[in-house]
């Protein structure tokens, strides 16, 4: 391999690979709205603007979606650099319901998430290597609930799905910023040295839109945290406990260690985070600290010694859970949830535990209800495997049942946006609660009811 393709990072060599293929064809601005006098119709129509832009408005529906509101969706995927397609329909027999998503997925061919509201239906789809079956269908089962137009729906979703989803936009959506068409203008050898450096613009802006976004919401973590470490830290201050004290023995002291570690450990993990995902290993520190705690308490009063359990719910600071309790949040459904003694005492005498909140922009808000950017905090305390069950229904739910989260595309492993054509996986194209709620198609996934869309 040359010293050029060294250099190149793997996402401009996928990209130059699909403008070498597309050498020749017509690059043109994105258009949210269809326009009526195209000659294409149906999910043809549809497959076509989506190919060049994120967002399709069938005209049959433009009082769904008007214009200045499509272009404002439109903008806001675009500006995440995701792989987002959103798709405004009539329930129309040229968008037949049982099988809408995979005639849209096979015509598009690209991979994605993808988003369609069908008359006044609301459902989602994604490849599984853009978004995890379950986070679509714990994300969508949320927007469902919570209602409203198809304006309210969609962008509820798609500021959700742009956090999520791996991957970056298609490179045949070419620049949205620009108007002027490309057609003529780049032929034969050219269009490689050309689509080349369009390519590397691409890669660049969407990576430096994803790294302001990850300083912003490690900045706002790093308020939470450094409040996790302070409080940490104000319990060994009031922690009366001696390694020389009489009656102090090896593991005693080996307890008070694994704590004062962990304190330490947590600061300097927290002061070299550089992306949310770091904040993870930050909150597992600090768990096992104030386990280590309350074994060391536990010793001291010859008290059984605790079960390692993941901490309250309502607040981890209170430390491990001691219980499980049945609590449910406001508007959802009853569910068990670990609990610290304090809050499983208020939680059967009928009150309601303080639950930890952080600052979002509509104020203060539960932890639980703060949307997609405390998954990191929350998954070094909980772990990705419990978490969504119980927030089924909350915000954060659907955001901790895979590692898409803060996932960059330099990561590894397959991405989002790239080109399939017609080839893909119907088992890997899953999502939303129409029907089976999982798996797609005929493939293996048991697929869409005929009228339960």
Not at 72 to 100: N, W
Not at 130 to 152: C, E, F, I, W, Y
Request: proline share 7%.
């Amino acid at each position: 391999m040359s010293a050029t393709h060294r250099a190149l990072p793997r996402p401009l060599l996928v990209l130059i690979a699909a403008l070498i293929a597309l050498a020749g064809a017509a690059f043109t601005a994105p258009a949210a709205h269809a326009d009526p006098s195209t000659t294409a119709t149906g999910l043809d129509a549809a497959a076509e603007v989506l190919k060049k832009g994120p967002v399709y408005v069938d005209p049959r529906a433009a009082a769904q979606l008007p214009a200045a509101d499509a272009e404002a969706l439109a903008k806001k995927i675009r500006d995440a650099g995701k792989p987002v397609f959103v798709a405004v329909l009539p329930a129309t027999d040229d968008y037949p319901k049982a099988t809408v998503f995979q005639d849209l997925r096979t015509k598009v061919g690209i991979a994605g998430v993808y988003v369609i509201h069908r008359g006044t239906e609301f459902n989602a789809h994604a490849d599984r290597k853009v978004m995890p079956v379950a986070a679509v269908r714990n994300l969508t089962g949320s927007v469902q609930r919570s209602g409203g137009d198809a304006k309210t729906q969609l962008n509820s979703f798609v500021e959700q799905a742009d956090r999520q989803a791996k991957g970056r936009e298609p490179s045949s959506w070419g620049d949205s910023d620009s108007g002027v068409s490309a057609t003529g203008l780049i032929t034969g050898g050219a269009i490689v040295v050309a689509g080349g450096a369009g390519a590397y613009a691409l890669y660049r802006r969407n990576r430096k839109r994803r790294e302001e976004r990850e300083r912003a919401e490690l900045d706002a973590l790093r308020v939470v945290v450094d409040e996790d470490i302070t409080a940490f830290g104000e319990e060994l201050d009031r922690l009366d406990f001696s390694p020389s004290e009489a009656g102090a023995d090896d593991v005693m002291r080996k307890d008070y260690e694994t704590a004062l570690d962990a304190y330490e450990e947590a600061k300097a993990k927290m002061a070299a985070a550089k992306v949310p995902a770091d904040v993870t290993a930050v909150t597992e520190t600090l768990d096992k600290g104030r386990f280590a705690l309350a074994t060391l308490a536990a010793r001291r009063t010859g008290a059984p010694l605790p079960e390692r359990r993941v901490p309250c719910f309502f607040d981890p600071r209170h430390g491990p859970s001691v219980r499980d309790v049945e609590w449910a949040p406001p508007g959802a459904a009853v569910r068990t949830v670990p609990a610290c003694a304090a809050d499983a005492a208020k939680v059967a005498a009928g009150e309601e535990p303080a639950s930890r909140t952080v600052t979002t922009p509509d104020g203060p808000q539960p932890y639980w209800n703060a949307g997609p950017a405390y998954a990191p905090w929350a998954g070094g305390y909980f772990g990705g495997g419990l978490l969504p069950g119980l927030l089924v229904g909350t915000m954060l739910g659907g955001m901790l049942t895979g590692p898409a989260y803060a996932a960059s595309p330099e990561a590894g492993g397959p991405e989002g946006g790239d080109y399939t054509g017609s080839d893909f996986n119907t088992d890997d194209f899953g999502g939303g609660g129409w029907g089976d709620g999982g798996g797609f198609g005929d493939g293996g996934g048991g697929g869409f009811g005929g009228g339960d869309w």
